[in-house]
């Protein structure tokens, strides 16, 4: 699986979008974007994923860009309750159960 | 629909003990992972089970194991602990082997001591 880069910390503002980026340079054509999120002593949650289209569901926005070497998450109004971990991973869909986790990004949102 | 349920939730055990999590999926999801989530290390992938079958496995010694029921339920053991093996140990189900969005359970909390 390609290799991720994400900034280790980001600061919000409580009701604006918070805009998570992530490098994925080495990413191969059959690799989707995924991402997930860890709130403190839980497990991690599945937010979105995308291959290279934009995807938007009731959580997330997912842009990636048209190289696909990199990507944003977007939370379009934080909430306190967005404070956490943000993992970005890739990998090829059919590769069974198994997610390589980085060191992610730690999301603070302030009142 | 109950999540995936892990138990139990915090356990303390003795160097050189051994311990069993248990781990129900969601009902109708037949696939299984464990990880392991320290301080120093992140979360590392540890199995995967389908359909009763250990399908990958990542890289930690012999002490580590697991298997799955017909039910999909699924234990992990870990024999003669370290010290080191205290972690978060998280389970994640999914339907099948290559459905896209895990589920995870809230972990078990092992401490060695």
């Known amino acids: 699986d390609a290799k991720t880069t994400q900034p280790p910390s980001m600061d919000c503002a409580e009701g604006r979008a918070a805009n998570l980026p992530c490098n994925h340079s080495t990413i191969s054509g059959n690799e989707y974007v995924y991402w997930y999120r860890q709130i403190h002593s839980q497990g991690p949650q599945y937010i979105i994923h995308g291959l290279k289209n934009n995807e938007t569901n009731e959580m997330a926005s997912l842009i990636i860009t048209e190289d696909r070497k990199s990507s944003t998450l977007i939370l379009p109004h934080a909430t306190l309750r967005d404070t956490a971990v943000y993992y970005c991973i890739v990998r090829v869909s059919h590769a069974g159960n198994m997610l390589t986790f980085g060191g992610g990004t730690r999301l603070m949102v302030k009142p | 629909k109950a999540g995936v349920t892990q138990t139990p939730r915090y356990l303390i055990k003795t160097r050189g003990q051994q311990v069993t999590l248990s781990c129900s999926p969601i009902?109708?999801?037949?696939?299984v992972s464990w990880y392991q989530q320290t301080p120093g290390q992140g979360l590392q992938f540890l199995f995967e089970?389908?359909?009763?079958?250990?399908?990958n496995k990542g890289n930690f010694p012999g002490r580590f194991s697991g298997r799955q029921f017909s039910n999909s339920r699924s234990e992990m053991n870990v024999s003669t602990l370290e010290l080191g093996d205290s972690a978060l140990y998280l389970c994640a189900s999914s339907p099948d082997r290559g459905w896209n969005g895990y589920t995870f359970g809230s972990g078990t909390r092992l401490t060695v001591v």
């Open positions: 009902s109708g999801h037949r696939s």
């Open positions: 089970y389908f359909s009763e079958t250990q399908r």
